[in-house]
């Protein structure tokens, strides 16, 4: 098998973590022969498993054996590498006859069960099983709550990050302080709509290395609409970065009586 690599500078987003399923898939079936790593999990449970499947839930990554599987968070610095090791202590390593994974600088965990039992696909914002009226029921409970809070909640928009808020609120014409019971139907049923669409569009971008490049909004000083000077600030109770245009961006007020 090829030599894969990945590094992450920020938090991955779902997409991302579609890729790595997919550099993974190689291994379903295929038997650990070894495994290491410092990793705080019963290691040596998964010596001499099969692995079963491997698949992707918002930011997780979930490598499946029979009755528990690993789940893996890359955190803010984790990264990979596919028979390939970098010059540090992996968190854990699978190897196998014929290639290896190494994980390293991130979150891993032993879940028992299946997945199925465990994970509603309806919320994962990739998955084929994606339910936009699921989601809409969920943010108009968040009444009071920022659009910009309300669409990092992976209860909701499962592998939705900083990245896809800023690009996917500037898409919309949306301010990122807007109060979600401010919001017109009609236009929170685009954002969410919006939201699916640009994760596939990250994911298209993400494969032929153009994704930054094709960012409208996210990190830039000036707005693609009006030109006009962006604002950068960290918004919500989340406190996470905000990139929005006062000018083309609009804050939704309550209508006065």
């Known amino acids: 098998m090829k030599k894969v690599f990945f590094i992450a500078p920020v938090m991955p987003e779902g997409p991302s973590i579609v890729i790595l399923k997919e550099e993974l898939s190689g291994f379903i079936g295929k038997k650990v022969l070894e495994v290491s790593g410092n990793a705080k999990i019963d290691l040596l449970r998964m010596k001499g498993k099969k692995i079963s499947d491997i698949q992707s839930w918002g930011k997780h990554c979930l490598i499946s054996f029979d009755g528990f599987f690993i789940r893996i968070h890359l955190l803010m610095f984790g990264s990979y590498r596919i028979n390939e090791r970098k010059d540090a202590p992996p968190r854990l390593q699978l190897l196998f006859r014929n290639g290896e994974i190494n994980f390293y600088t991130c979150s891993v965990r032993i879940v028992e069960g299946r997945t199925e039992d465990l994970y509603d696909w ?27 809070d309300s669409l990092l909640d992976q209860e909701i928009f499962a592998g939705v990050g900083n990245i896809i808020k800023n690009e996917v609120l500037y898409l919309a014409k949306v301010h990122p302080e807007t109060r979600v019971k401010n919001i017109p139907e009609k236009k929170l049923k685009e954002i969410i709509k919006i939201t699916r669409a640009y994760c ?15 960012f409208k909004m996210h990190t830039k000083k ?22 929005f245009c006062n000018k083309c961006q609009v804050k939704y007020k309550v209508k006065p009586i």
Do not use: H
């Open 122 to 148: 309806r919320t994962d914002t990739m998955s084929d099983k994606w339910s936009p009226v699921k989601a809409y029921r969920a943010v108009i409970e968040q009444k009071n709550e920022m659009i910009c």
């Open 222 to 243: 000036t707005c693609p609409d009006c030109n006009g000077s962006t604002t950068l600030k960290w918004t919500g109770k989340r406190d996470r970065r905000s990139f």
């Open 200 to 214: 596939f569009d990250f994911l298209f971008w993400k494969k032929r290395f153009e994704l930054k490049k094709n």
